[in-house]
């Protein structure tokens, strides 16, 4: 129950720390199988690594069908121990046994490379659910107090997907704003309003009741769970999913774990290298050209960052990439620190990803552009105002005047180079 109540609070107080702009979460154990065992014995664990290497990479990936692979499944079953860093057991407060292996990343990247599998980053949308439960007379909205087993299994599935799920605190602010009703009978304003104080980028309106067959329904005997993935007042998926309590409720997050993955996983087949040049906007100082440098190298896309101009609040960076521009934009969609825009002169204003890609330009021949080893230095010729490359510092890059690259260093630039424009939202 604590470990319930902890992984919670965890998944749920970056939300409401942080302001109202809704945001991705970074996903931590990627790299971690955890797997509930009954003993300790040699047998047990070689079933259990091989089992937690399928988790971890039915996480990376997103997509569990990657365990049908000839390649991934020889691996698995033969030389699942190549891949393991480290493993321990460890028992939680219920007294159950757990086998939890931390595996190389670099490893089974090259694994799922190997295969042309996805890879998706660890920055992913952190989704709401609603949960109403019919049981007789009365509808209940799930949460971890009145329903902790179904909250377990709830979060359990979340974890092998890798997706960060909530459940509402159900407190004083949840229960004046939103009845079960609202829920049951899928009414999205109350419930979109309801979601709004989690700063989630997704919620789901979920009901569940209970299906008996003797009356000539549609459905086997069981429970039945129906539910909408939704954006805003938007859906994003629909499904639904009859059996027993508790696998119903792994169905629909496995769902929305695919659903996820086919938008965000990113295709690691190395489809010929592309360069990218983003032009980034209101840049106050250091402190945000770092940050905003540091995001662009945690993209899955991108294989190198060089800084190439800066003047004022504006900087350019060149993205050598390991895929196609496309999606670095797919990747950026979910930081909100990073804004779409429009060509310089027309009006600022937020793309869709469909727009963003469509609105790609490209420069088809090679070229040779000029790049530096994205150091501020002082002792270049064309800078008259010391820039601190201190990240503390926070000095104002609009001090600087045009920063260039060093002439003397030349980087070639792949035959499809991508022009993009976004505006710094960050800090």
């Known amino acids: 129950m604590k470990y319930i109540r902890l992984l919670i609070l965890i998944m749920t107080l970056p939300s409401l720390l942080f302001g109202s702009a809704a945001f991705a979460v970074e996903v931590t154990n990627l790299y971690t199988g ?44 033969y030389k699942s121990a190549n891949y393991i860093k480290s493993f321990a057991f460890k028992t939680d407060d219920q007294d159950r046994t757990f086998l939890v292996d931390q595996f190389y990343q670099t490893k089974i990247d090259d694994l799922i490379k190997s295969v042309g599998g996805s890879l998706w980053g660890r920055r992913r949308p952190n989704t709401l659910v609603w949960l109403v439960i019919e049981e007789g007379v009365n509808r209940s909205i799930v949460e971890l107090e009145q329903y902790p087993q179904l909250s377990e299994v709830l979060n359990q599935s979340s974890d092998d997907r890798g997706i ?63 539910f909408q993935l939704m954006k805003e007042n938007k859906p994003l998926l629909i499904g639904e999913f009859n059996g027993d309590q508790f696998s119903v409720v792994r169905q629909m997050v496995n769902n929305i774990g695919d659903y996820y993955a086919s938008e965000y996983a990113i295709d690691s087949e190395q489809t010929g290298a592309d360069s990218l040049e983003l032009t980034l906007e209101n840049v106050p ?124 260093t030349k980087v070639e630039v792949k035959k499809k180079t991508i022009y993009l424009n976004y505006k710094w939202l960050g800090k």
């Open 285 to 408: 100082n250091v402190v945000a050209l770092t940050r905003a440098e540091k995001y662009l190298k945690s993209l899955p896309p991108v294989a190198d960052v060089q800084l190439l101009q800066v003047h004022k609040h504006q900087v350019k960076f060149l993205l050598n990439l390991s895929g196609e521009g496309g999606d670095v934009i797919r990747a950026l969609a979910l930081l909100p620190e990073f804004e779409k825009l429009k060509d310089p002169d027309q009006p600022v204003t937020s793309l869709s990803i469909d727009e963003q890609l469509k609105s790609l330009e490209y420069l088809d021949d090679t070229n040779t552009a000029e790049a530096n080893s994205g150091v501020l230095s002082n002792t270049d010729p064309l800078v008259t105002t010391p820039v601190s490359s201190d990240p503390l510092s926070g000095d104002a890059l609009s001090d600087a005047p045009l920063l260039d690259v060093d002439t003397e």
């Open 164 to 226: 960060p799920l909530l459940l509402p605190l159900m407190d004083t602010i949840d229960k004046e704003a939103i009845y079960s009703s609202d829920i049951w009978a899928r009414f999205e304003a109350p419930v979109n309003a309801a979601s709004k104080r989690y700063n989630v980028d997704n919620y789901i309106m979920a009901r569940m009741r209970y299906v008996n067959s003797t009356k000539g329904t549609e459905y086997q005997q069981g429970w039945l769970l129906q």
């Open 34 to 77: 955890k797997i509930l065992v009954n003993d300790k014995t040699q047998k047990t664990r070689v079933k259990a690594h091989r089992w937690a290497i399928e988790q971890v990479l039915s996480k990376v990936t997103g997509n569990q069908k990657i365990l049908e692979n000839p390649v991934i499944q020889r691996e698995v079953k």
